[in-house]
């Protein structure tokens, strides 16, 4: 851990050295080269590791070795077939094929060495061709130049490895055990990256950590929030620590673009795609799969884009990220990625394929893991003009035995929602109509725990409804769909069980013309928000699914982003720089009561720090639930003291701010009065000075509009 | 109260005034007629012809006879208030753009902007009883600060100047020496340019508005900060109530960045704030520009706005208004 300089301490120094710092433009200077002054460069230790791509300016010099021994005569002959083979994977520099021979027989001595122009055409030609077979008894085998001299350092003798005694580390967890029991989130806007607890009882965010120029990209929690990661230009890093952020582990991956952690985050998966040097050539991916905890790389891949691509939703924008999806779970057994007609599926023990090859799919287009259980479910679209149909498999893994099939016929596309225990996959299956014209969708419903899995199909009353939006209650039985025409669409929610029969689904409710495109279910369930983001500018609506009845309605101007705290007790809506105006978030309670709002100009990134699941048994759950009363007492006492405490600071403060500006006022009237003289010498002596003061008189004024005399009648 | 809509000007409102007594409001544009109007019911008076350019500011003398105006074409004019007849023209090398009468209607000062090489300047004029007398020197000029100057007025006893401008420095000066006598720090000062700049009735605080979205109250003897305002958008334009302990302030998103999207987005209310606690009270929309101008009426029961949209609106307030506790 390199030591952080902090804005303090160089203030600090600046006035001891009785320097003002504001006359200092600190990016006019310039330090000599090589001189960092002893400071050490949080980067510089990073730089040292870095697979430079001129190491010592052989790194586009490869070595083939266990070529065929020739004569000269036959000399030319074995360039040319070298020549031949190289020459397709990259541009050999002029002179750039050496093979040495042997003075004395004036035979060659089975190796060359082919100069690149690049060293990544050296490092593909390596790739391709180690092992490749010249013929039976030549086999060839390819190294890089760099690495030879590097495998020739290695001493002979092998000495132990130094064991380091053992130093406890901190404390990662220790923000689940705040005693308000608040929440963290992080936010990014501008240069600034910080993390702050959620104080709603203050109505205010309290900073536990902020720094400039913390990530080059982006931030991102791991799934369990022991980590956060930070992105940069020489690879990722994660940070974490008891009270503050350390660093605790960096991954080095030049130019990394994407990240992503295992479930159960033991792994971090890390990818980049680079510029090929022929621009016809497609993007170069490297993933790295790391080790978190020891942040060694247990896995890499590298290939073109393409490889990478394969599958209905990549599509030809290129690579669909994550390009490995975790099987669900904390195990971090298995994970898997698309390939053209096959599912790779790996296993984190040694991390090779599954079996020692790929489950051969024809035409698969998407897969998706179930969030729990080694189970992958797989769609792969019809086939042959539809002779042969589309169809919705469930592969159990490591056996690779299909649990489940189903068939389905003139599909046009399919997107599979898994429930958050693995209790429910839900198929959204858009199926041509006759005339192939248009389609309609419909859901088909997997039963995954029950016997058999049954499949059940839904379609909406009305068929030709387009579904905007449709979500799986967390750990529950319902699902909300959000569904029919743009401007005002309907929600419907629908639960896997009714009431007499539990094998049914049945719809509980349909709430009609609502300005909703999204859906946000509260973590815990029960609650949802239907918000209507984009085009519909922020509307919002808090709605109780047990009791099927709005909470509150509200309006987030412009909102983009609407994220539940990992507990289900607030919820904030943000808005990001997408919008120039606007920027900043908003904190509600579940039951949409605004907490409070924050601005923040350039607004990039709002994201709660994840809690790990509960080590509490369901039954041991239920029990709380059933006494929640019990357990809330305590803590309305608590909220109750804050309250008053609160409003007994706001007196307080209000006091204070009357008192003040009274002084204020008191002495303005004193200095006014004190000059009254010469301001009226100033006006020439004209005395009346009142001029803040104004008397409202009333003038009545009586006007006389007509006159007219007339003879009554007297009788 | 409905609030009157006056149209009169064809272009962007710039400066409102009331005169002391409250009956007239004084308005400026960037058409190039002030004009003035009935402070009550928003009947146009009318018109003061003669400007070539865009009209900044103006000020009008305690006994409501002599109006002061600053323009874009390069001069300053003295106009009577009664007949619209030009008194006096002051000629500049660049165009005047802040005018403020001294207390006692014997000195003006006129900022001037920087323009084709010319830096920003601060004139102190001597305004003669009779307009026959009048003449076109200064008593003092007074130099300094980088970028436009956008308010200068005069202090208590008309011995300095308070100046604010783009580089968001407030400065006060000497007005007899001409020397710099305070200048607001960067830690407590604004952020970005300071856009307006008013004073209390009696002189003894003033409120500046700036593009970083605040405004700031002040004490006008020594410079100290007193108050900030936080609002979510660029401040054009700060009044504060006579009656009340409120401030009022006005702006929106620059019109070039205002989002076709939806009227709300720019935000082009006038928000009144209470000036002790600094929270906010409420708003008045209306326009759909953002405000350039505003003013409160010197009883303290009326108050204007001038919109980018050319258009002046007068508010009376409604008694609740005078009941408000936060």
Known sequence: MAEVVSMDEIRATAARLDIDLSSVDLDSIRLPPGEDFGVISDDEDLKGEDPLEFEAGFGNIIVVDNLPVVPKEKFDKLEGVIRKIYSQIGVIKEDGLWMPVDPETQKTQGYCFIEYNTPQEAELAKEKTNGYKLDRSHIFAVNMFDDIEKFMKVPDEWAPPETKPYAPGENLQKWLTDEKARDQFVIRAGSDTEVLWNDARQSKPELVYKRSFWTESFVQWSPLGTYLATVHRQGA???????????????????????????????????????PSNPRDTHRVVINIFDVRTGKVMRDFKGSADEFAIGGTGGVSGVSWPVFRWSGGRDDKYFARIGKNVISVYETETFTLIDKKSIKVENVMDFSWSPTDPILALFAPELGGGNQPARVSLVQIPSKEELRQKNLFSVSDCKMYWQSNGDYLAVKVDRYTKTKKSTYTGFELFRIKERDIPIEVLELENKNDKIISFAWEPKGHRFAVIHG???????????????????????LSTIRGKQANALYWSPGGRFIILAGLKGFNGQLEFYNVDELETMATAEHFMATDVEWDPTGRYVVTSVTSVHEMENGFNVWSFNGKLLYRIMKDHFFQFLWRPRPPSFLSPEKEEEIAKNLKKYSKKYEAEDQDVSLQLSEQDREKRKMLKDEWERWVNEWKRLHEEQKLERQMLRDGEASDEEEEYEAKEVEVEELLDVSEEVISFD | MRPILMKGHERPLTFLKYNRDGDLLFSCAKDHTPTVWFADNGERLGTYRGHNGAVWSCDVSRDSTRLITGSADQSAKLWDVQTGSQLFTFNFDSPARSVDFAV??????????????????????RIARDPSDQT??????????????????????NKTIISGGEDAVIRIWDSETGKLLKESDKEDGHKKPITSLTKSTDGSHFLTGSLDKSAKLWDTRTLTLIKTYVTERPVNAVTMSPLLDHVVLGGGQDASAVTTTDHRAGKFEAKFYDKILQEEIGGVKGHFGPINALAFNPDGKSFSSGGEDGYVRLHHFDPDYFNIKL
């Open chain 1, 237 to 275: 890093a994660v940070w974490g620590g008891a009270t503050t952020f350390n660093r605790l582990m960096r991954y080095a991956h030049p130019q990394v673009k994407l990240i992503d952690f295992s479930p159960g985050e033991k792994f971090l998966v890390t990818y980049s795609s680079h510029e």
């Open chain 2, 104 to 125: 006692g209607d014997k000195l003006a000062v006129i900022t001037t902007d920087p323009f084709m090489g010319l830096t920003s300047a601060i004139h102190i004029k």
């Open chain 1, 485 to 507: 025409d743009s401007p005002r669409p309907d929600v419907s929610f629908y639960s896997m069980r009714s009431g007499t029969n539990t094998g049914r689904v049945s719809k």
């Open chain 2, 136 to 157: 076109g020197e200064s008593v003092a000029i007074l130099k300094g600060p980088q970028g436009r100057i956008n308010r200068a007025v005069w202090g208590s006893l």
